[in-house]
T-cell receptor
Framework: DVKVTQSSRYLVKRTGEKVFLECVQDMDHENMFWYRQDPGLGLRLIYFSYDVKMKEKGDIPEGYSVSREKKERFSLILESASTNQTSMYLC?????????????FGPGTRLTVL | GQQVMQIPQYQHVQEGEDFTTYCNSSTTLSNIQWYKQRPGGHPVFLIQLVKSGEVKKQKRLTFQFGEAKKNSSLHITATQTTDVGTYFCAGRGTSYGKLTFGQGTILTVHP
């Protein structure tokens, strides 16, 4: 059974803290993605990676960075958390093939920054 | 950049009524995908449309891709309480499988 796992379901951090969110997939997917989901705004892409050590900015990369050292693992880093980064964070992965590129999502991490 | 607009944002229906959500892209898409997110859950893939004018059905769900490959719709016939959730369209442009998601339509079904 295909699986995307995220390191935490709920996380509470203080303003200014460095935050790491980790995502692991077991499907040998080339692509991995980080989204944030806020009411009324849908899923907004933060960063994605199409290969190990490769990354591209999404629509809202400011305040975030990412790391992909291994194919199965994609980390999202908030260098200095702020209250406006309180959100649900979803990781996803997919193949690059045009015909088989559905995205598989993890369960999400609800991050609260106080 | 590519933008995908989805309407309506909310839809309340009585069980048994039909439901439609619409998706429009600012640019031509390689394909469009639809996802469903149950309350408290994560998005789950429903279907992908690739060809201009394509229509696909999954039981009571009908998906259409416009002739110009810039718009799409999802129609549910005779809604059931199990249809409750948020429906997202997501358009793929040209790069590496990156999708642009619409804002989603939250469907509530009253029994």
């Amino acid at each position: 059974d295909v699986k995307v796992t995220q390191s935490s379901r709920y996380l509470v951090k203080r303003t200014g803290e460095k935050v790491f969110l980790e995502c692991v997939q077991d499907m040998d997917h080339e692509n991995m993605f980080w989204y944030r989901q806020d009411p009324g705004l849908g899923l907004r892409l933060i960063y994605f990676s199409y290969d190990v050590k490769m990354k591209e900015k999404g629509d809202i990369p400011e305040g975030y960075s990412v790391s992909r050292e291994k194919k199965e693992r994609f980390s999202l880093i908030l260098e200095s958390a702020s209250t406006n980064q309180t959100s649900m964070y979803l990781c996803a992965s997919s193949f690059q093939d045009l015909n088989y590129n559905e995205q598989f999502f993890g369960p999400g991490t609800r991050l609260t920054v106080l | 950049g590519q933008q995908v607009m989805q309407i309506p944002q909310y839809q309340h229906v009585q069980e048994g009524e039909d439901f439609t959500t619409y998706c429009n892209s600012s640019t031509t898409l390689s394909n469009i995908q639809w996802y469903k997110q149950r309350p408290g859950g994560h998005p789950v893939f429903l279907i992908q449309l690739v060809k201009s004018g394509e229509v696909k059905k999954q039981k009571r769900l009908t998906f259409q891709f416009g002739e110009a490959k810039k718009n799409s719709s999802l129609h549910i016939t005779a809604t059931q309480t199990t249809d409750v959730g948020t429906y997202f369209c997501a358009g793929r442009g040209t790069s590496y499988g990156k999708l642009t998601f619409g804002q989603g339509t939250i469907l509530t079904v009253h029994p």
